[in-house]
């Protein structure tokens, strides 16, 4: 929406970049999203590209065997001395990530974990001996990847349901809101802890049961603004026109109902990744053998006195949540009208 | 010597992109009970410059410039801290402003409201000493009701909350009481009832006031002297009859010639019926054990191409409500015929394909068009409903010609409305409704918001597709004067029922029944 070269989104984009606050902490959230999205490439256990005997090996994209290289046993493991001998014997090189460990790579040449930083783990590892900084590279993508999903279907069915209920209003509207009423005193956690136990947990299983959960938070502020709307001289216009309901909703009423909706995105991208991470912490949410930001923050308040490991957890998660919350922040404030019309001192202020 | 004394005022918006001289160089004196109007249309600075005196003006972005002088008493409000500003207001000056629906406080009973202002500058009254004053200025301004002080704005009605503005603003006992467009959001009869009030508290307190209008009838009734503005700078000045009836500049004459008094089209005896209605009626349900709101009462009319017919009564006696009604856009009972259909028996698709023979034109230019569309998809959109086949030239094509027709630049399609004037969003309002070459056209108050001079032009617009066209105009007005210049017969509505019809000279020359009598009396042109 900010996109499209219309006065008003010009003179949004202006709004939200006098805020530096905002402005700044939007490209904060960039250079994590870039950097977490991209942890396959910063953190892991095989090179990103070998030669050797004139032959290009790509590990990342492909998955080798022993064999391939000239081994007996099909079993590969880049970082065995065996391995690292025959490049050296047979003048081959590789390119490594600057971390040489995955989320779930085991480091077994340590004599005791947790182990506080070196120049190998700038942060130290966990209790089995797994990189910290990896882990949390790997954990906040997967935060990252969680969070989109479920802005994605929680603001799309949220949104749609709130336009139905508002623009129908009367008995539609009427028998809606008693069955979220209903719907809201439903027991989340209890339910989400009984799938967990019933089905394992998954990615997908989180995903649906939250966003089950979710979506309802978009309904009331889509349905007051289509509520106000529907009566709007130019939607009674549209409909003296005959042109139909789904198409009235779709292009006279809700680019203009998209302000509230819009403006709490990022809140709920921020919500969804902490609660994501609480139930990781209780232990039912993502598998085990996921790199996840709540197992790691289980892990800090085991072992408090290692702050490698509480700084690992705490640092990415806060900087993240407070960073998306001012980016939401001055979102908001570039889709206020008053702020809009108003001048540079006004806007700041705030 | 003069209670107020202005010179070389100047107001300038300023905002990110420009800077707006919203008033230039105005100089003007006002005496203890004396009235003087300022006129103009909208955006000519008249409310900005009135709203100076106080510094009620949100600054940023208003802001006076060097060398403007407010004097009031002798003392320069100009230059007052903001402590001294607020002894000035509602203390020396009191405001009244143009909607008293949103200038009342929604959540506060009427009586607090006014002993609010007594609490601030007169703190020694007591409480029960309020109260009396309270009660005292109520029957001043003519609310004896003892239900008055307790009631919530929204449980009176716009006149009485107009009265209630009085109040709070005479409370202090001003010298001076500015009037924002006192009348502008009042029904005639309520307009009328408001002048005479004022005028009686100027006699009886000695009033200086200062009125802002763009209503010549207004002003004509009002008296006193009067300037006249424009962008911001002063085009004529002098007493109120010397500028209405000897203007001596070219603004003021175009203005005063705007008002509307052709003759409507001529009327072909024979043409075909366009419309006609039986036992139309609409009512709201009410909520728990509140009666069922009957908003218009059965009625039954007929409309022949090629003429107009008159929908006249104050607000809340139902005109929108019918012309909602016989756009099949809310439930009613009785039956609408369009030609031989009969609307409220069709099916969706049927109606969908009907709705292209009545079309309608709202009131305000500024909600009736979606922000977010250029006025070529809004004028288009009918089009791509009833003529789905047209490919996106003949669409294009089509939108010029309409645009056209309704005298503006084809050029501008791809503007968006915000980017337009009143009076070019009304034009694109009734290009929307012309592409479909509808047979009935109904107009709710497409006037009201628009300038006196833009309105003028839009009639005779109005007037002159009429005759190219032959369309059935429902034009639904509360300004009588309006409506003599463009109907042929004439409804006059009040709570819902129709208490007068018939041919529109003869209901203007011969009222019969006494509302419309009532009405046409509170008619100040």
């Given at each position: 929406m900010l996109l499209k070269k219309s006065p008003i989104a010009q003179r949004r984009w202006q709004v939200f970049r006098d805020n530096r606050r905002a402005y700044f902490s939007l490209y904060g959230v960039l250079?994590?999203?870039?950097?977490?999205?991209?942890?396959?490439?910063?953190?892991?256990?095989?090179?990103?590209?070998?030669?050797?005997?004139?032959?290009?090996?790509?590990?990342?994209i492909n998955d080798y065997s022993g064999r391939d290289f000239g081994f007996l046993l099909p079993g590969l493991d880049y970082k065995s001395n065996s391995f690292s001998r025959k490049l050296e014997l047979e003048e081959g090189w590789a390119i490594w990530p600057p971390i040489r460990y995955r989320y779930d790579t085991i480091d077994k040449s340590l004599e005791r974990v947790p182990s506080p930083p070196d120049s190998v783990h700038l942060l130290g590892t966990?209790?089995?001996?797994?990189?910290?900084?990896?882990r949390f590279l790997w954990g906040l993508g997967v935060s990252f990847l969680f969070g989109a999903c479920f802005v994605t279907l929680t603001s799309v069915i949220g949104i749609t349901a709130g336009a139905v209920q508002g623009y129908y209003g009367g008995w539609v509207d009427l028998t809606f809101q008693r069955v979220l009423e209903v719907y809201g005193g439903l027991p989340s956690l209890y339910i989400i802890i009984a799938l967990v136990i019933i089905y394992g947990s998954s990615f997908g299983l989180m995903l649906g049961v939250l966003v089950f959960f979710g979506w309802t938070g978009f309904v009331g502020v889509t349905r007051v603004e289509f509520l106000r709307a529907r009566n709007f001289d130019y939607v009674r216009a549209a409909r003296a026109l005959g042109v139909r309901d789904g198409k009235i909703m779709r292009r006279h009423i809700l680019p203009n109902a998209f302000i509230g909706p819009i403006s709490s995105l990022p809140f709920v991208f921020a919500g969804s990744v902490t609660v994501l991470t609480s139930l990781d912490y209780l232990g039912f949410g993502l598998p085990k053998t996921w790199p996840s930001l709540g197992e790691m923050g289980a892990q800090a308040s085991r072992f408090y006195y290692n702050w490698w490991q509480v700084i690992g957890i705490v640092g990415p998660l806060s900087t993240l949540t407070l960073l998306i919350v001012f980016v939401g922040d001055g979102i908001r404030q570039a889709l206020d009208p008053r702020a809009i019309f108003s001048i540079k001192t006004s806007v700041s202020k705030t | 010597m003069s209670l107020l004394a202005v010179q070389n005022l100047g107001v300038k918006y300023t905002t990110p992109t420009q800077v707006v001289m919203a008033v230039d160089d105005l100089s003007f004196s006002l005496k203890a009970g004396k009235t003087l109007c300022l006129i103009g249309?909208?955006?000519?600075?008249?409310?900005?410059?009135?709203?100076?005196?106080?510094?009620?003006?949100?600054?940023?972005?208003?802001?006076l410039i060097g060398g403007s002088k407010i004097q009031l008493n002798g003392e320069d409000i100009a230059s007052?801290?903001?402590?001294?500003?607020?002894?000035?207001?509602?203390?020396?000056?009191?405001?009244?402003?143009?909607?008293?629906?949103?200038?009342?406080?929604?959540?506060?009973?009427?009586?607090?409201?006014?002993?609010?202002?007594?609490?601030?500058?007169?703190?020694?009254?007591?409480?029960q000493g309020r109260i009396n004053r309270v009660h005292e200025l109520l029957v001043q301004v003519g609310l004896e009701e003892p239900r008055i002080p307790n009631s919530f704005p929204h449980q009176l009605s716009g006149g009485q909350r107009q009265r209630v503005m009085i109040a709070m603003a005479l409370a202090n006992n001003p010298q001076l009481l500015i009037a924002d467009e006192p009348t502008t959001a009042l029904d005639l009869t309520t307009q009328k009832q408001v002048l005479?009030?004022?005028?009686?508290?100027?006699?009886?307190?000695?009033?200086?006031?200062?009125?802002?209008?763009?209503?010549?009838?207004?002003?004509?009734?009002?008296?006193?002297?009067?300037?006249?503005?424009?962008?911001?700078?002063?085009?004529?000045r002098g007493t109120v009859e010397k500028v209405l009836t000897s203007p001596e500049d070219a603004y003021t004459k175009s203005l005063l010639a705007?008002?509307?008094?052709?003759?409507?089209?001529?009327?072909?005896?024979?043409?075909?019926?366009?419309?006609?209605?039986?036992?139309?009626?609409?009512?709201?349900?009410?909520?728990?054990?509140?009666?069922?709101?009957?908003?218009?009462?059965?009625?039954n009319f007929q409309l022949a191409l090629g003429e107009t017919l008159g929908v006249v009564g104050e607000s809340g006696s139902g005109k929108s409500s019918l012309a909602l009604a016989l756009l099949q856009l809310i439930p009613h009972s009785g039956k609408t015929y369009l030609n031989k259909d009969i609307l409220e028996q069709l099916t969706d698709e049927d109606l969908r394909a009907r709705r292209a023979d009545i079309q309608i034109v709202f009131q305000d230019p500024f909600s009736s068009l979606s922000p977010r569309l250029t006025a070529e998809q809004i004028i288009a959109e009918g089009l791509e409903v009833h003529r789905p086949k047209l490919t996106v030239e003949e669409i294009s094509n089509a939108v010029d010609s309409t645009l056209s027709q309704v005298q503006m630049n084809p050029i501008d399609?791809?503007?968006?409305?915000?980017?337009?004037?009143?009076?070019?969003?009304?034009?694109?309002?009734?290009a929307r409704a012309l592409i479909l070459e509808p047979k009935v056209l109904i107009l709710d108050e497409p006037t009201s918001a628009l300038d006196r001079a833009v309105r003028a032009e839009f009639l005779q617009l109005l007037r002159s597709l009429q005759r190219k066209k032959g369309l059935a105009y429902i034009f639904i007005s509360h300004d009588l004067a309006v409506v003599r210049s463009l109907a042929h017969h004439l409804l006059v509505m009040e709570n819902g029922h129709v208490v007068e019809s018939g041919d529109v000279r003869q209901v203007f020359s011969k009222p019969q029944h006494h509302y419309t009598k009532k009405l046409l009396s509170a008619f100040l042109t």
């Open positions: 250079v994590l999203m870039l950097l977490s999205l991209s942890a396959p490439l910063i953190a892991n256990d095989k090179p990103l590209f070998i030669r050797i005997g004139g032959e290009s090996f790509f590990p990342l966990d209790d089995t001996g797994r990189d910290v900084v990896a | 249309e909208s955006g000519s600075g008249k409310s900005t410059a009135a709203l100076s005196i106080p510094q009620l003006l949100t600054s940023p972005p208003a802001s007052m801290s903001p402590r001294q500003l607020r002894q000035v207001r509602g203390k020396s000056v009191g405001v009244i402003f143009q909607e008293p629906m949103t200038s009342l406080n929604p959540l506060q009973r009427a009586g607090k409201q006014i002993s609010e202002a007594l609490r601030v500058h007169q703190p020694a009254l007591g409480h005479d009030l004022l005028k009686r508290l100027q006699r009886d307190l000695n009033l200086a006031v200062l009125l802002v209008t763009h209503d010549f009838g207004v002003v004509r009734y009002m008296g006193g002297d009067a300037i006249v503005l424009k962008e911001g700078r002063q085009v004529e705007a008002e509307p008094g052709d003759p409507p089209t001529k009327i072909n005896r024979r043409s075909e019926l366009a419309l006609r209605s039986e036992n139309i009626s609409v009512s709201y349900l009410g909520s728990g054990k509140e009666a069922d709101l009957v908003a218009v009462q059965p009625m399609k791809h503007r968006y409305p915000h980017e337009f004037s009143g009076g070019q969003r009304q034009r694109i309002a009734l």
